[in-house]
Nanobody
Framework: QLQASGGGLVQAGGSLRLSCTASGRRFNAYAMGWFRQAPGKDRVFVAVISRSGSSVYYADSVKGRFTISRDNAKNTVYLQMNSLKPEDTAVYYC?????????????????????WGQGTQVTVSS
C-alpha cells in the first residue's frame, strides 16, 4: 500500500514537499517514483529514484525545480517541489516498481506498474 500526502494550495513560486509511505513490501527492493495528472490530460512521469537512491531521473519540465529522495529506514519517498508554476497543478501519484525503466516511458508505466498511491492534489495559483 502507498499513502501519499503533502499536497495543497500554494502560490506560484512557492514550495511543497510530497511524501509517500509504503507498507506491505520490502521498500528497498523497489524503485519509487512520482507521476502527475492534470485535468483532462494523461498521467505523466515526473521523477523516479532507484532502490538505493543512487540514481534519479526527472521529466524535463521539472528539472532544476523538483528533487526526489527516499528514506529506506522510514519506507518513504519524497518529492520536494520548489519554484512552483501554475502548470504544475495536478494530482500527484506515487508509484512503486522493480526498475526505474518502467517509469520514464508512458507505455511501460501503463503496462508494468501496478502499485500506485491514491494521489494528492497540488494546486498552484498565479
Amino acid at each position: 500500500q502507498l499513502q501519499a500526502s503533502g499536497g495543497g494550495l500554494v502560490q506560484a513560486g512557492g514550495s511543497l514537499r510530497l511524501s509517500c509511505t509504503a507498507s506491505g513490501r520490502r521498500f528497498n527492493a523497489y524503485a519509487m517514483g512520482w507521476f502527475r495528472q492534470a485535468p483532462g490530460k494523461d498521467r505523466v512521469f515526473v521523477a523516479v529514484i532507484s532502490r538505493s537512491g543512487s540514481s534519479v531521473y526527472y521529466a524535463d519540465s521539472v528539472k532544476g525545480r523538483f528533487t526526489i529522495s527516499r528514506d529506506n529506514a522510514k519506507n518513504t519517498v519524497y518529492l520536494q517541489m520548489n519554484s512552483l508554476k501554475p502548470e504544475d497543478t495536478a494530482v500527484y501519484y506515487c508509484a512503486q516498481d522493480t526498475t526505474t525503466e518502467h517509469f520514464t516511458s508512458a507505455t511501460k508505466a501503463r503496462n508494468f506498474i501496478d502499485h500506485w498511491g491514491q494521489g494528492t492534489q497540488v494546486t498552484v495559483s498565479s
